[in-house]
């Protein structure tokens, strides 16, 4: 899902090349530490259509959608399949709330600006334009303070 993640629309490299990459093996590399989350969407024979995640990351060690060392960087993909019926943002409300309540107070992703589609979708669920990385632009979601008890 991560592969399928990454948008570049003509000659994107192999799997397993592109993955490997040092600039994106920070995103899936001793997968399971302390802020690390995922959903998976399933269809009606168990297998993967979507998934949405989240990582954190520090100065030392920025992700393209880096915010600070609290904000949890988001990830997502939908199978090709499984485009165009909501289930992108089913998956984003959910791991919303999976952070909410895990006590974050904002999330970030980054989006090419040419993928028009998913900053639509984005910028629906109240994400804002925080700055740009290379040729992405880093979105934030702040979190009402009235929606959770704990802060992170």
């Not at 948008?7 to 590399?29: D, F, G, V």
């Not at 302390?34 to 009606?44: M, N, P, Q, R």
């Not at 107070?105 to 984005?122: E, F, G, R, T």
């Not at 740009?132 to 979190?143: C, D, H, Q, W």
Request: glycine share 8%; with cysteine.
């Amino acid at each position: 899902m991560l592969y399928e993640s990454i948008h570049i629309p003509e000659n994107k490299p192999n799997k397993i090349e592109l993955l490997n990459s040092p600039h994106l093996k920070k995103y899936h590399e001793d997968w399971g530490k302390e802020g690390d989350a995922a959903l998976i969407a399933l269809d009606s024979n168990n297998q993967a259509i979507g998934a949405v995640w989240y990582r954190l990351f520090d100065d030392t060690n920025k992700g393209y959608g880096y915010v600070d060392s609290n904000t949890p960087e988001l990830g997502i993909a939908i199978c090709q399949e499984a485009r165009g019926v909501g289930l992108g943002t089913l998956l984003m409300q959910s791991i919303i709330q999976k952070a909410i309540d895990e006590g974050y107070k904002s999330i970030s992703l980054s989006v090419d600006p040419k993928n028009h589609a998913a900053v639509h979708v984005y910028k629906k669920l109240g994400f804002e334009d925080f700055g740009v990385s290379g040729t992405s632009i880093t979105m934030l979601k702040r979190f009402s303070e009235m929606l959770f008890p704990s802060s992170k």
